[in-house]
């Protein structure tokens, strides 16, 4: 089992900056991956970033690729997401993900090996 509980959320103005973190416990981490992903008011979930814990190697959706950047710090096992130049449209409750490969922490789906937080709410106005 790994619990994760993510933190960082809150309102910003846009084109500011927000750094969500994702503490987690419970078993080793060396071989999860670990994910972000996003969901706004009246849409699906959607894959924003991924990075394995073990190597760092990092793998972003097309709206996050070059605003966001995706770290990992082992001492802590947190992983962090930091969030620049944000807009409206980034408005959504955030959650982490971990699993036991690459393609579960970027995808949606909630199987025996695959963990997921409670989500922190990102709201982007003015």
């Known amino acids: 089992q790994v619990q994760l509980v993510e933190s960082g959320g809150g309102s910003v103005q846009p084109g500011g900056s927000l750094q969500l973190s994702c503490a987690a416990s419970?078993?080793?981490?060396?071989?999860?991956?670990f994910g972000w992903f996003r969901q706004a008011p009246g849409k699906e979930r959607e894959f924003v970033a991924a990075?394995?814990?073990?190597?760092?190697?990092?793998w972003y959706n097309t709206s996050a690729k070059d605003r966001f950047i995706l770290t990992r710090e082992a001492v802590r096992n947190t992983v962090y997401l930091q969030m620049d130049n944000l807009n409206p449209e980034d408005t959504a409750v955030y959650y982490c993900?971990?699993?036991?490969?690459?393609?579960?922490?970027?995808?949606?789906?909630?199987?025996?090996?695959?963990?997921w937080g409670k989500g922190a709410l990102v709201t982007v106005s003015s």
């Open positions: 993900k971990a699993g036991t490969t690459f393609s579960q922490a970027m995808s949606t789906t909630h199987g025996a090996t695959e963990y």
């Open positions: 419970g078993r080793t981490l060396r071989d999860l991956y």
């Open positions: 990075i394995s814990f073990t190597s760092g190697t990092t």
